[in-house]
């Protein structure tokens, strides 16, 4: 009788929960370019996780051309002809899901402007288009792409609010930014991101000069801020991982402590 009344419990508590939080937190394989394709996905999606990020692929012209100067200097690009960029991620996908039904694929895509990304999002089964306003390499930057759209605030918003105007309705968008650029107020860019509709912000909080990631900084945006966060940076551990939570973050991602296709921790306990 008492495991009957326990059940119950269990079953209203968890209900009550989830109730007050809304979505479940998510674990997400963050992208990593040259590396994060169907083959890489296979061997990483058992550890746990509820999002596998594909690329980040060039999606336009100057792009695919700052792309291909990155991968000549030695460093690890995807580099697909633009016409085949589409049936590309979406034979992809197809291998994932085909595996693993439940997971949830985003996409990480480099552009000059909206327009190819919302070709991109065309794709069936692709459940998260993820803009990147991240990368940092020079070649990208040249071309105000990545991190760079973040210094024209103006431009962000039109930009993110055009490309969420445009996706499927089933589907979410993501914008992944770096914390802590030069000139670039995190506080005033995850507040425009917010009120550009898109669904979460994807944080790489890195701080220079300091090994862990910027939980202050997360904590101060899931203070001021009801945007769905994906922490992100130097989680390599189940303790990093709980600080990212305690700090606010609804959601983790990983990126370097992957990238041998293993995980050396057990997520499940974050
Ligand atoms: C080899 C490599 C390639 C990466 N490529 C991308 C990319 O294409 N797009 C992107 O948004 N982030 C990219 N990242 C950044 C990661 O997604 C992540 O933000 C960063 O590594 C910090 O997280 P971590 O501490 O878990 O590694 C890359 C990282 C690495 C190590």
Known sequence: MWKFLLK???IRYSFVIFIFTGENMI?????MAGITDSNFALKVIPYGFDVFTLGGYNTDYKTVTAGEKILKRGRSEFIIPLEELYSYIENEINIIKNRHPEIKISVNLRATSPDSIIAIS???????IEINAHCRQKEFLDIG?????LNDLNNLNDFVSEVVKKVKSNQKVSVKVRANVKNVDNLIVAKEIEN???DYIHIDAMKPGVPNADFNLIKEISNETDIFIIGNNSIIDIESGKRMIDAGASGISIARALI????????SKI
Do not use: H, R, T, Y
């Open 145 to 149: 792409c990545g991190q760079n759209m």
């Open 196 to 198: 550009s509709g898109a």
């Open 260 to 267: 041998d296709g293993k995980l050396n921790f057990d997520i």
């Open 122 to 128: 065309k794709i069936n089964n692709l459940d998260i």
């Open 8 to 10: 119950i419990a269990i």
């Open 27 to 31: 674990k997400v394989i963050a992208p």
